[in-house]
């Protein structure tokens, strides 16, 4: 008391006290394991989806995606992760169908001539009458019965072969004959084609008689309902 204030000065230099300045990011999926620092990281990635017909159900199916991020520090860790999906599509084939149904017709002729009477006796200067007669017949059978055509499956997928089962048959029961080619790669009861190919499979029927009115191709794929092409039989004499 009666003396002025005194005061005392000091400097401050301030020294921080560092609490989980480092940290480790770590990412299995992405196998990333390093020092973390602030910013935004990208990973493009890319999926490609199946070529293989047996992987779709119903002409599609699903991959998804999931990720976990964690940042670890000295008092603790923080985890974020994302999910997402890819869903992959296979169209099915389409088809077509030709069909040409032909059958022989053969004819037999016969011809029978007589006379009547045969004999007969008469006077001179008589006139007796007689008279010729001719009958031709003429008969035929049917045989050679024949139904051919060709089958074209389309298959729209650009990036992947498919395999498909085809069978034809007529309407009376009778099972066609497919015949392998260049443009129908078959072989089993299945027929390959390319990617965005086209097979055009050559076929005959040989049935017992002219009583069917359709030809019907089915076409069969994995994870689809068969497709069917038919043809109607209008039967040509040859």
Known sequence: TGF????????LSWAVTVKDGTAQYT???LDVDQGAASGTNEYP?????????????NGSYTHNLYNQATVTYGSGSKSDDASGSITCHLSGPTASKTAAATYDEVHTWTIEKS?????QDADAGETVPYTWT????NTYVENNFKVVGAITIVNPNASAPIVVGLSDALDDGTIATIT????CVYAGGNVTIAAGGTATCGYTA?????????????VTFTGFDPVTAEAPLSWAVT
Request: aromatic fraction near 4%.
């Open 4 to 11: 002025d204030p005194v005061t005392a000065e000091a400097p």
């Open 115 to 119: 006379l009547e009477p045969v004999t």
């Open 180 to 183: 392998p080619s260049v443009s």
């Open 27 to 29: 990412d299995p999926n």
């Open 134 to 137: 001719v009958i031709i017949t």
């Open 45 to 57: 990635e890319n999926y490609t989806c199946s070529t293989d017909p047996g992987a779709y159900t």
């Open 206 to 218: 040989i049935p017992s008689g002219r009583t069917a009115t359709k030809n019907v191709a089915t």
